[in-house]
Every structure is written in structure tokens, then in C-alpha cells.
DNA sequence: AACTTCCATTGATTTTGGTCAAGATAAACC
DNA sequence: GGTTTATCTTGACCAAAATCAATGGAAGTT
């Protein structure tokens, strides 16, 4: 039931039989559908979520209504409104899934327990966050830095899974372009990739 | 000598004075000129740099030879190539002083022997690096969905110390413009704030 | 299978930001 | 103090992306 979340945290550090039956009492399964929320703007994020299966997206709406996204996150991947979860302030994202999803949630309480109960989780949980922290530099950077059309070779290059299975003005939105641009960017570099 | 170290270390996780004297000993005092690097592209980011006094800067030179700041740093931040410092490969960014710098140091063996030996050490950097990627989806989310304008007055609202302190030119370099752009958009909202 | 909705592409036009160039001011250096 | 260098601003022009609009195709629904 959470074989892909305990075989992501057995690759960061290694659980004991024991330590992976405390971890397992602080965590929920939980199935979505497509379309699904799992937060809505307005909301306290209350739980982190990760993904055993499915796609999920995160965007905010701006002033005008338009949809922007933040992230995609697939199986292996964890999903939630960090900032909202950790203050529980109002959140200003929302976050969908964009397939039938099979999610574990750890909720505030579970994950601020295991801070202090489990010492490998609050090791976990560090080491996620600065590979998320890593991640976000490379985009950061790349956006600062390099052409449109690097940018998008970089993306498939780095995600191909997502590339395959969201529709691209989704990942138009997610490099802060409007889908007509991109689909300019793909006819340009040819569409093979 | 670590003054503004210690209070931002206490001010996130609470040391008692043996616990204060244990990270000391693996604290390395620097300072640096005006100009002076602490870490060139090529070069494997061996410390994380804790700010005491003065300013700096961490930049990306692009294939044209044009520089792009990735992050500006002052008294109370910690800056480095977090990628480089954690998988001990070469760095593609630069990091120098934009003042006259004291410095806080800390080696990569530190860092690992901290995380062992210190619990709260540990503690310390989890929430810091939570902080840093907060603050980082907070400008990745303004990047993709504001205009120029809402971005950068958003900027001086949440950094007026360096809009101080820095030159314009490097802002504009920060927000992934150019010098005439952001002079534009400053006269376009009244440059008065 | 027919219908509807979503999606990707392409063209024409407008808007926005970049580039090039010149001038003004201020700061750093000798 | 005078010279050089950095910084900022403004204007003219150019390039790139957004917007508007239309089409064709794919996927989902009944």
C-alpha cells in the first residue's frame, strides 16, 4: 500500500522493520480522481501528500483568472503548498490531479510527531527538501538565464514522463508561456523530441 | 566575533551555552574585499558562507558572456552553491562581494560532522533550507505570474534593504531584465518608492 | 455513431521588452 | 582637483512573445 513512498525514503535513509512500522501509523492512503482537489485557494494545506500513482499539478490564479502552474509532481514525488502546511496560513494555491491518483498523506500533526519521534524522518524530510530546494535553483536559474527554446529542450530533456503524459499548454503555463508560443518553440526545434 | 550567527541560529532553535561552544569550534571566521570571490565557476563549493556584515551576490555567466545574479545576500543570510557544497561537484555559478565582508564559514566536513554530532545543528539547517525554498517558490510563482511592474514592486516591499545597497543594474539582472527595462519600469511607477 | 469539448497548430496583428546609442550625473582613482 | 569609470536615464528602432482568430484533429460523452 505505500511501497513506493518506503522504497523513496529507504533510498534516502535506511529504515529498520520497526522504524518503518512507526513511520507507517502517521500515514493515510487516500484515492483521487481526476479533476480532484486536494487543496483549494483560500484553504490551510493540512497535509503533505505523496504520490503512489497518478499526476498531479499545483497553479495559482491571478487577478485576471488566469490558471498558472507551479509543479507537476508524478509517483515518487511529493505535492502540497509548503508555506500553507508549515504556518497554516491561507493558502493562495491549488492543487488538482490530472489522473486517478493513489496518494499517502501525512497530515501536520503526523509529520510535526514524527520530527520529533522519528529521528530518520525529520533526516528524510531535510533531504527531500534540499534536493526541492535544487530543483527549484536549476529553474530559477535556467529561467534567468537561457533562451525559450533551451529552456523547453532542458524540460523534456529532465522530465520526459511529464512531457509524455500532460497536455503541453500545461507545460506552457508551467514556463510562463502562452500554449501558441510553445507550440512555436516545438515546430521550431522539431517536434521529434 | 559570530554574533549574528548565534542570534539567528537562536533565534530558529534554542542552544544552550555547551551546545553553543560545540558548533563553535567548527566555525570559520573570513573576511573578504570588496569585489574578492569566494567561490568561481569551476571551482567545487567546499564552504556555505553565514553573512556577519556586508553584501553578496551569486551569478550564472551565460554562453554570450552575460552575467545573470541568481541571489543577493546580507547580514544575517547564508549564501553558496548548495548543488556544489552537497555533491562536492564543480559549481557553474560565481559568488563574490559586492561589499567589504565578515564572514562566517562553514567546510563541508563541518557541515557533516554537525549534522551528526549537533542534533540541533541539523534542526538549524532543516529550517533554514525550508525558509530558502519558500522564499523561492514565492518568486518562481511572482516570475510566472505577475507583470514586471507587480514584480518588481513586490520586490522593494520585501527587500527595500537591497534596493539600498545595490545597484539598479544588478536588480534588473536579478529579475532576468535589462538596466533600460527596469529604468523604464520605474519611471512608469514613481520612482519615489 | 454523432456530438461536444478539449487540444494543437498556424496566420495576422499588437504589445512588450531588448538592443543600440547618446548624454547626464555621480563615484572612484591618481 | 581633475580624470576616468560606473551608473542611470531617455530616445529610436528591432525582435520576440502575446493576443486574436480560425481550423483541424483527437478524446470523451451520451
Request: aromatic share 10%; net charge negative; glycine share 4%.
Amino acid at each position: 500500500m505505500y511501497d513506493v513512498f518506503f522504497s523513496k525514503f529507504n533510498e534516502k535513509v535506511q529504515l529498520s522493520e520497526s522504524e518503518e512500522y512507526a513511520v507507517k501509523q502517521f500515514l493515510t492512503p487516500k484515492k483521487l480522481r481526476k479533476r480532484q482537489y486536494l487543496l483549494q485557494e483560500g484553504d490551510i494545506c493540512k497535509t503533505v501528500a505523496f504520490i503512489e500513482k497518478g499526476a498531479m499539478r499545483s497553479y495559482i490564479v491571478d487577478s485576471d483568472g488566469q490558471e498558472h502552474i507551479f509543479s507537476f509532481a508524478l509517483e515518487g514525488w511529493a505535492i502540497g503548498d509548503l508555506s500553507s502546511f508549515l504556518t497554516e496560513q491561507i493558502s493562495t494555491q491549488n492543487i488538482d490531479a490530472l489522473e486517478d491518483c493513489e496518494l499517502v498523506l501525512i497530515s501536520k500533526y503526523a509529520h510535526d510527531q514524527m520530527l520529533i519521534s522519528v529521528p530518520k524522518y525529520a533526516t528524510f524530510f531535510r533531504i527531500l527538501m534540499t534536493e526541492a530546494y535544487i530543483a527549484l535553483q536549476k529553474r530559477t536559474l535556467s529561467i534567468i538565464s537561457m533562451s525559450l527554446d533551451d529552456r523547453y529542450k532542458s524540460f523534456i530533456d529532465q522530465y520526459p514522463d511529464i512531457v509524455q503524459r500532460v497536455p503541453q499548454h500545461m507545460i506552457a503555463s508551467h514556463m510562463g508561456l502562452s500554449p501558441e508560443t510553445l507550440s512555436r518553440i516545438r515546430s521550431r526545434i522539431g517536434k521529434s523530441q
